[in-house]
């Protein structure tokens, strides 16, 4: 596969960052952050915008003509299940309730510590992938970055409202760490399959959340319903196809730059959109997470999946 990138390679590159980056602003929009009596309820939203984004990529798959595994094939749909559950139905429901007082830039900064916990359960999971003095020196600043995101205050003010947010958002990022992970056994599954797969798996399994929704008594804002709809359109449906597109004429490699691009993608849309400002706990936080996951990749070798 060649490195040479041509400007289509880097006109998706710009449209998966985008469409990723906006999540959290559709997120904020759907909740109604400023009004929560004109918004949806994470236990509303995680569901709808699964749904969406299942029937849009079980469509492309379709199209696609792509073939689905084996109902025999349990590790591929454990593999799917796995995905669409714990990497994320579990990631979207923490951080959208989290969203409900977490600015949408700061939500994508804890986000973008996302491969820091790769490492770990690389490391924990893989036979060669070892614990370099290099990795463990990027994974210590990386996680001084998550520390100093906290603030000072994580100590003194521990079970706020702020607190229990960001705890929420770093959770997500577990979770989103889980999904990195399990998406690498899932290389033999055709990708628009995988992605249709576990969207929609993802999407059943949140099914029974609206149950505990009052639907008696929402008033959603015109904009909240907007921000449900572009959610699964966008970061679920479309953001996937694209990813599956740019993966295929690129690499995983070349996809992972989108950790540095998202968050700041994020701070940008947050500033002109809600007027979002991060203090310099954000900035000097983002920069010690770069740092740690760029020492972190550069001291990793390469894995192999533990085989039966």
């Given at each position: 596969m060649t490195t040479h990138r041509t400007p289509v390679d880097w006109a998706l590159f710009a449209a998966v960052t985008l469409i990723w980056a906006s999540a959290y602003a559709f997120t904020r929009i759907a909740v109604s952050q400023s009004d929560p009596a004109s918004g949806f309820p994470p236990q509303f939203i995680i569901p709808a915008r699964l749904t969406l984004g299942g029937i849009i990529l079980l469509c492309v798959a379709f199209i696609a003509r792509q073939k689905w595994p084996a109902l025999s094939a349990w590790k591929s749909w454990l593999a799917m299940a796995v995905m669409g559950i714990v990497g994320t139905a579990a990631p979207f429901f923490v951080i959208t309730t989290a969203q409900k007082t977490v600015d949408s830039s700061l939500a994508a900064l804890y986000v973008a510590a996302s491969p820091l916990f790769v490492s770990v359960l690389a490391h924990a999971l893989f036979h060669d992938d070892q614990m370099t003095k290099g990795k463990a020196l990027g994974l210590g600043v990386g996680f001084m970055g998550v520390?100093?995101?906290?603030?000072?205050?994580?100590?003194?003010?521990?079970?706020?409202?702020?607190?229990?947010?960001?705890?929420?958002?770093l959770l997500g990022t577990v979770f989103y760490a889980i999904s990195t992970i399990t998406a690498r056994y899932a290389r033999d599954i055709p990708?628009?399959?995988?992605?249709?797969?576990?969207?929609?798996?993802?999407?059943?399994?949140?099914?029974?959340?609206?149950?505990?929704?009052?639907?008696?008594?929402?008033?959603?804002?015109?904009?909240?319903?907007?921000?449900?709809?572009?959610?699964?359109?966008?970061?679920?449906?479309?953001?996937?196809?694209?990813?599956?597109?740019?993966?295929?004429?690129?690499?995983?490699?070349?996809?992972?730059?989108?950790?540095?691009?998202?968050?700041?993608?994020?701070?940008?849309?947050g500033y002109f959109a809600f007027q979002e400002v991060q203090d310099w706990n954000a900035a000097l936080a983002f920069a010690l997470i770069l740092l740690g996951v760029w020492l972190a990749q550069r001291g990793t070798k390469t894995a192999q999946p533990i085989t039966d």
């Open positions: 520390a100093v995101l906290f603030g000072p205050e994580a100590i003194t003010a521990f079970g706020s409202t702020s607190m229990t947010a960001q705890a929420l958002c990708p628009f399959v995988f992605s249709a797969g576990f969207i929609s798996i993802g999407a059943v399994a949140t099914w029974p959340l609206l149950l505990s929704v009052e639907f008696s008594t929402l008033t959603p804002s015109n904009a909240a319903i907007l921000g449900v709809i572009g959610l699964g359109i966008g970061p679920t449906a479309m953001a996937s196809v694209l990813y599956m597109v740019l993966i295929k004429r690129t690499s995983a490699t070349f996809l992972s730059l989108t950790g540095y691009t998202i968050p700041i993608v994020s701070a940008i849309i």
